[in-house]
Each structure stands twice: as C-alpha cells, then as structure tokens.
C-alpha cells in the first residue's frame, strides 16, 4: 500500500473513531442528562492511545492526533477534530 493511500486510510478510520465516540457521548447525554467528565474512547488509529476528549459548556470537542502523531489538545490544523455544542 502506498504512503498516500494509507495515510487516507488511517484518515478515514480516525473520522469514523470520532463519530462512533460521538455517537456514544450523545447516548450517554440522553441517558445521564449531561456529558462525562471522563469517557472510554475508542482508539486512535494513528498512534493505538485513546482518542482525545475534552467537555465543553454545551457540548464535547473530541479528536485523534492525526499525521504528525502529537496529541495537540484538539488543534484544528494538526488534529483531525470533532466538536460539538448545543
């Protein structure tokens, strides 16, 4: 497989990561009337730690750490990001 395809590959896994944690977290929400403070997230399938997740005052702000590798606390342009607020 070649570099590029295998970095849109691995893309594309974290994308899907975040939006199962996402959908998780929304559950949780409906069941417990708000967000954790600490959540099981799937792994990340850049560097196999969990994903990041941070809550936030109406919402949740979830991410993999992308190509570089470096956890960047959620960076929107090093991280591949998910946030959500309401």
């Known amino acids: 497989m070649s570099r590029a395809v295998k970095r849109i590959a691995l893309r594309a896994l974290g994308l899907v990561?975040?939006?199962?944690?996402?959908?998780?977290?929304?559950?949780?929400?409906?069941?417990?009337?708000?967000?954790p403070a600490t959540f099981g997230t799937l792994t990340d399938p850049f560097d196999g730690k969990p994903l990041?997740?941070?809550?936030v005052s109406n919402g949740f702000k979830l991410w993999?750490?992308?190509e570089n590798?470096?956890?960047?606390?959620?960076?929107?342009?090093n991280d591949i990001l998910w946030e959500w607020s309401r």
């Open 52 to 55: 990041g997740y941070l809550p």
């Open 17 to 35: 990561a975040l939006a199962r944690t996402a959908i998780r977290l929304r559950f949780h929400k409906r069941e417990h009337g708000g967000y």
């Open 64 to 66: 993999s750490v992308g």
């Open 69 to 77: 590798l470096r956890d960047e606390g959620g960076n929107r342009f």
